[in-house]
């Protein structure tokens, strides 16, 4: 059979398209299912949650030139909207791109950079014979536990929310630790270090929803160094 020219041409475009969409996803972020000890978070790896509804890996707010985090956000939002940044206050140089999220010897979550320094950590450690795991949920929820398939959380980032409250996060009081939870918002829009409002519950009882101007927050009432600007009982 006489293909021609003009049919090799079209037959090598052709095989040429189909290769090139085999290689697309080698392109993109790779995505893994959890984080452990064997298995840390590399730059170009997220994980997603099980629902494809979450997303987390290293980012650079805006494109900024000078600096990357590691965060949250919706996977399939765009623009991305970041409800989450682990090392908000100790930014990461967007050159570095060695840097790791890991489950250490001792099983704390810890993020380093590309000299291994440490740049965050949950503080939190687990049993040296344990099977430590990082894991997204559905909800938004980042949690460490024991092992991948343990029912409790050892660590969780719901109770270390940044500027968004998601369904099944809590905002209160903790009597017996003395943590109070806060939202915070973003210095800017490219910094994602805390700001100056927070919003929060108030101590009394019933407990309030109020905006603060972050002055200099204290564990007592408003009025201590925080200039309230919004308060909102739960009935109105």
């Known amino acids: ?3 021609g020219k003009e049919g090799f041409s079209a037959l090598n475009f052709s095989i040429f398209i189909l290769l090139l969409f085999s290689l697309l996803p080698l392109q993109c972020c790779s995505q893994v299912h959890d984080i452990t000890l064997s298995r840390p ?5 997220t994980i997603v949650s099980p629902g494809n509804i979450f997303e987390l890996g290293f980012f650079s707010p805006n494109n900024s030139a000078a600096n990357k985090y590691v965060g949250i956000w919706y996977q399939n939002i765009l623009p991305r909207k970041v409800v989450w940044v682990a090392n908000r206050e100790k930014p990461l140089a967007v050159a570095d791109t ?3 999220l890991r489950i250490s010897s001792n099983g704390t ?3 380093v950079d ?3 320094n440490s740049v965050w950590s949950n503080n939190v450690s687990v049993p040296s014979n344990s099977s430590a795991a990082a ?3 559905d909800d ?5 536990k024991v092992n991948a398939g343990a029912a409790d959380h050892l660590w969780e980032s719901f109770d270390y929310p940044s500027d968004t409250l998601l369904p099944s996060m809590l905002l209160g009081f903790d009597s017996k630790s003395g943590k109070r939870n806060f939202l915070s918002a973003w210095k800017s829009e490219s910094d994602p270090s805390t700001g100056i409002f927070l919003a929060g519950l108030t101590l009394e009882v019933p407990s309030q929803l ?3 101007i972050n002055d200099q927050l204290s564990t007592g009432e408003a009025g201590h160094g925080i200039n309230q600007v919004h308060r909102r009982t739960r009935n109105g």
């Not at 978070?41 to 790896?45: D, F, I, M, P």
């Open 114 to 116: 590309g000299k291994q």
């Open 1 to 3: 059979m006489d293909i």
């Open 135 to 137: 894991l997204l949920l």
């Open 109 to 111: 979550l810890e993020l």
């Open 210 to 212: 109020v905006v603060w």
């Open 41 to 45: 978070l590399a730059e170009g790896q």
């Open 98 to 100: 060695v840097a790791s």
């Open 140 to 144: 938004g929820n980042f949690v460490v």
